[in-house]
């Protein structure tokens, strides 16, 4: 088990290592952060002072340095468009982003589970056809677009919800729809094959032998065992959304990290686009070694496999 532990951690160390050199590099070809800092017409020796002021006069090797010693302890740096501590930032907008995650988590099974139940239990009927089509129409709709055409049509046509915002449960159920809709047909397959593996098992076969109600076997004994795949995925599900909320943040003007990220990015603020990138890569990571620690956990051949 020590060694199983171990070796996660490792490949998560390297990962995060990894972002963070991906994430340093691009956020600097975005371009020069002093050109939207000063007047265009700033003195060249201007220029130059800011320049070294902000370490950006340095080789790029040794920036990356600087900015791997100060982020082990916590310091990103102060944000060049809002004049605040970079990492403060990210973790005020930190749980508008989680939020809006957990509703497109909750929206995507909701959905799902149902559907791969009945196309499982009603395998080959019009019901699974139209079950496995629907998940593939989520898989055919990015996120963005679902959400431009929830606000035409609920926001501008109807009225019914609000187009933008934040604070009320009106205002976060695009958002939700938008980020949960592409997780569904994933899901929506996991279910429905965990479901036909244990309606065609041999318990099951006895339940019915014996006569205990169809709606008995599958949702009491069936399910409970179908669900151990989707269980231990929710981790990867939860960090893929604080991921694509970055997009679906901007559509709705959600207040949240995904959207602060965004406005760094054409700012070009580097403190900004870096914490925020890493946090959530750091989430990412951590729910991705939470997921393998609790294969390992129901399963002992992984543990000792690892």
């Not at 102060?78 to 403060?88: C, D, E, G, M």
């Not at 187009?163 to 929506?188: C, E, K, R, S």
């Amino acid at each position: 088990m020590p060694q199983f532990l171990l070796k996660r951690f490792g490949l998560g160390l390297i990962s995060i290592i990894g972002a963070s050199v991906v994430i340093f590099i691009i956020s600097r070809l975005s371009g020069d952060p002093i050109v939207l800092l000063l007047p265009v017409d700033a003195p060249p020796a201007v220029i130059e002072a800011m320049r070294k002021t902000m370490g950006l006069d340095q080789p790029l090797w040794r920036q990356y340095l600087l900015f791997a010693q100060h982020a082990l302890l916590g310091d990103f740096g102060n944000s060049y468009r809002w004049q605040t501590p970079a990492l403060s930032l990210v973790l005020e907008r930190l749980p508008a982003t989680i939020q809006l995650a957990c509703a497109g988590l909750l929206f995507s099974i909701a959905l799902a589970v149902p559907l791969g139940i009945l196309s499982a239990v009603y395998r080959g009927t019009w019901l699974d056809s139209f079950g496995k089509g629907f998940a593939m129409l989520g898989q055919s709709m990015p996120g963005f677009w679902v959400g431009l055409l929830l606000i035409l049509v609920f926001s501008v046509h109807l009225g019914w919800l609000p187009a933008f915002g934040h604070g009320t449960p009106a205002h976060i159920l695009m958002p939700a729809i938008a980020l949960g809709w592409y997780p569904v047909a994933a899901q929506t397959r996991i279910v429905r094959s965990a479901m036909l593996d244990v309606l065609d098992s041999d318990y099951i076969r006895m339940g019915r032998a014996l006569g205990t109600p169809e709606w008995l076997l599958v949702g009491k004994y069936a399910f409970r065992n179908a669900a151990i795949p989707l269980v231990t995925m929710l981790g990867v599900y939860f960090a893929a959304m604080l991921g694509g909320a970055f997009v679906v943040e901007v559509v709705f003007a959600w207040p949240g990290l995904g959207r602060t990220v965004v406005e760094a990015v054409f700012a070009r603020d580097f403190p900004v686009v870096q914490a925020g990138v890493l946090f959530t890569s750091v989430l990412f990571v951590a729910a991705n070694l939470l997921v393998d620690l609790s294969y390992g956990a129901i399963d002992p051949r992984i543990r000792h496999a690892g």
